[in-house]
């Protein structure tokens, strides 16, 4: 199973100013510099919260240590934004579902009553594929999944090591009577076209079966591809970019190593 304390967050960076603070958007997982509603997002700032609270459960609430946070859209909307997280110098949370594209603005504000406005650009898709290290590149935090021609099934995480040092497990296609599948995780994907999800893996195309939600974790999407061709099997060719592409817009390239 995926491991949620590993998966990357958007940066919301909160800057002071002389009479407020201000907040700077960008996407979950990959650092880049647009959300998509349903998606994973994170503010960084100072005097946030005075301890850390986190989410305990589905669904998760607007109101979390005494904070909360609230998007208005480009059509002038405001809804709660769901927290999974506050502390001193970070916040997570889930961009509301009903966010129109186009410029939006954030208002956190904290127990004591203190706030932080800035913006946010909202998309249909902003897709964003988790890495083990939470710096959006590097090792992939995803699966090797394998199948027999017995229906016999293994699965196999691509990573391993420890916070900030996770690096590719070394992973062998053989025999080639076997199938085998890599299953990704990422947010802003979701609310993609009828267009198909595009995926290539060490340059090659790999065709992607599933790209949606994630039942049990708010934001979270998962894209199933293969089976990956005997093709990219070989020692010593080291780890390889899996890229993911969401009506023409390419996610942060992930890697994994396969043998």
């Known amino acids: 199973m995926i491991h949620p304390k590993r998966v990357a967050l958007a940066a919301i960076v909160f800057a002071g100013m002389a009479s407020a603070q201000t907040i700077s958007s960008t996407s979950a997982g990959n650092w880049g510099p647009i959300v998509a509603p349903d998606s994973i997002a994170a503010g960084f700032g100072s005097n946030l919260a005075a ?7 589905l669904p998760l609430p607007t109101t979390l240590g005494g904070a909360s946070l609230s998007v208005t859209d480009s059509q002038k909307s405001s809804s709660p934004a769901e927290l999974y997280m506050v502390s001193s110098g970070q916040v997570n949370f889930l961009v509301p579902s009903g966010a129109a594209v186009g410029a939006a603005s954030l208002t956190y504000t904290a127990k004591a009553g203190a706030q932080t406005t800035g913006t946010a650009l909202v998309s249909n ?6 890495a083990a290290n939470q710096n959006g590149s590097g090792a992939a935090v995803a699966q090797f999944f394998r199948v027999t021609p017995q229906n016999q099934v293994t699965v196999t995480d691509t990573f391993s ?8 497990n070394p992973y062998n296609l053989g025999p080639s009577t076997d199938k085998v599948y890599l299953i990704l995780y990422a947010t802003g994907i979701r609310r993609h076209s009828l267009n198909p999800v595009q995926s290539t893996v060490g340059g090659v195309k790999v065709p992607v079966l599933y790209a949606g939600i994630v039942a049990g ?6 894209i199933n591809i293969g089976p990956l061709p005997f093709s990219l099997a070989g020692t010593g060719k080291g780890d390889i970019p899996v890229q993911i592409t969401v009506d023409g817009v390419p996610a942060n390239a992930v890697m994994v190593n396969v043998q």
């Open 51 to 57: 301890e850390t609270t986190a989410a305990t459960s």
């Open 125 to 130: 898709v902003a897709p964003a594929v988790f």
């Open 161 to 168: 090591g420890s916070s900030g040092s996770y690096t590719t």
């Open 217 to 222: 974790f708010a934001g979270l999407d998962q």
